[in-house]
């Protein structure tokens, strides 16, 4: 499955922006879909997952209450809602695809190319 992810841009601390993530080929409701983040100098994070068809959503604990995941199998497309965004929130933002589900970015094979969420005052 190829993965593009689209979306970020420029934002207000406190304001609103939503990802999402095309998907290419086969089969794109067999995979578990996540959103991971890595701002510079840090370590990939993960940010959000998602279950095949919809179910089994996990956050971290960093963004519960603010981000929403969620998917539209027919359109091979998932998204995350990103509300009330903070400074520590601008990163770069990857979509993933993986079979298992966890939040280790080991599990997730394939990857999305990042779009750039950029925080401002």
């Known amino acids: 499955v190829q993965l593009q992810a689209s979306g970020g841009g420029l934002v207000q601390a406190g304001g609103s922006l939503r990802l999402s993530c095309a998907a290419s080929g086969r089969a794109f409701s067999r995979y578990i879909m996540g959103w991971f983040r890595q701002a510079p100098g840090k370590e990939r994070e993960f940010v959000a997952s998602i279950g095949p068809r919809g179910g089994i959503i996990d956050y971290a604990d960093s963004v519960k209450g603010r981000f929403t995941i969620s998917r539209d199998n027919a359109k091979n497309t998932m998204y995350l809602q990103m509300n009330s965004l903070k400074f520590e929130d601008a990163s770069v933002y990857y979509c993933?695809?993986?079979?298992?589900?966890?939040?280790?970015?080991?599990?997730?094979?394939?990857w999305g190319q990042g779009t750039q969420v950029t925080v401002s005052s």
């Open positions: 993933a695809a993986a079979l298992s589900h966890g939040s280790h970015p080991a599990l997730y094979g394939y």
